[in-house]
């Protein structure tokens, strides 16, 4: 057993699984959380460096390069000089991970609105959703309300928690954390808000380039999970070049074969996106569904874990 928490190659894979189950159990407050921090820092910068849209386009561009910069490297350079001090250097490692890997209170806070929409409460349920999305929620109907947290639900689960584990393992907690934190600014700087429309495009061109590749990952495992044949039929539908917002919604829709995108209001404009995905309108049940796909896909995930720490242990 000392041999297995000690084997340097299987360690990181040890300490993912343990993460993984921690991030389930351990009630973190959003008070005194870390990426709270993190984020009130990310928005205090948009509101200082970016207080009116006065400046041209180029010159918003520019002052987000700087932000990113100004408010990343000071967060790498002290992770970076912790771990290089730390004796236990894989217990901060996973400290790390812990910090990035925050995804539980989105479940809890889906599985919140899916019972205020059981009970005829649909005030609340918008409500609840306008923390999780920053799209209008106060029009929304029970259909808008359930497609909308089935949707901020799959994203983010690939987005913030998929995406971090990919990093994890490519380059450990540090990374993970710089990843999250870059994550974390595209959504408080997001270009669907007309205000942050240029100076938030250098984030969303970085947060794009760092999950390109993971979102693929975690929907193609997501697939494989739920329902291959019928994911890979909505894609066949889905004509021409889409972005990856589209295709994530559009596999994780048709595995789950609810219609999933079409028209949001984002800061009272009107973004018009696809309709993609499976034929059934999203119900209140459907977000249970969505959950129980989460969870199928985090059992598939495991599983190869477990294999491949079996695979190289037998090889060490």
């Known amino acids: 057993m000392l041999d297995i928490l000690t084997n340097s190659t299987l360690q990181p894979l040890l300490i993912l699984l343990l993460v993984m189950l921690l991030e389930k159990v351990i009630a973190w407050p959003d008070q005194a959380h870390p990426l709270t921090l993190l984020r009130s820092m990310a928005e205090t910068m948009g509101k200082k460096v970016h207080s009116s849209k006065s400046n041209s386009p180029t010159q918003q561009r520019i002052s987000g390069t700087l932000a990113i ?4 490297l000071p967060v790498a350079f002290i992770v970076t000089v912790v771990m290089f001090f730390a004796e236990y250097a894989f217990f ?5 991970l812990l910090i990035a890997l925050r995804f539980q209170p989105v479940m809890s806070g889906s599985k919140k609105i899916q019972q205020a929409l059981e009970a005829r409460k649909k005030a609340l349920a918008r409500n609840m959703l306008s923390r999780w999305t920053l799209r209008e929620t106060e029009a929304l109907s029970e259909l808008g309300i359930c497609k909308a947290t089935v949707e901020t639900l799959l994203l983010r689960f690939s987005y913030q928690y998929m995406s971090v584990i990919f990093w994890y393992l490519i380059g450990g907690g540090v990374v993970a954390l710089i990843y999250r934190f870059i994550y974390e600014m595209s959504h408080t700087w997001n270009i669907k ?3 942050y429309q240029h100076f938030g495009r250098p984030v969303s061109w970085l947060s794009f380039i760092l999950q390109w590749i993971p979102v693929r990952l975690s929907a193609l495992l997501f697939v494989i999970a739920v329902n291959v044949s019928k994911a890979f039929a909505a894609m066949n539908k889905q004509r021409g070049s889409v972005s990856s917002h589209t295709l994530l919604l559009t596999l994780f829709g048709g595995a789950l074969d609810l219609q999933l995108g079409g028209p949001a ?20 049940r459907d977000i249970a569904r969505a959950r129980l796909g989460i969870y199928q896909t985090q059992g598939v995930f495991i599983a190869m874990l477990l294999l491949m720490s079996a695979g190289i242990y037998s090889m060490g």
């Open 69 to 72: 910069i100004v408010l990343s």
């Open 92 to 96: 901060f490692d996973g400290v790390l």
């Open 193 to 195: 808000l007309r205000h």
């Open 265 to 284: 209001y984002y800061g009272m404009q009107k973004i018009r996106l696809p309709k993609c995905g499976g034929i059934n309108a999203p119900q209140v």
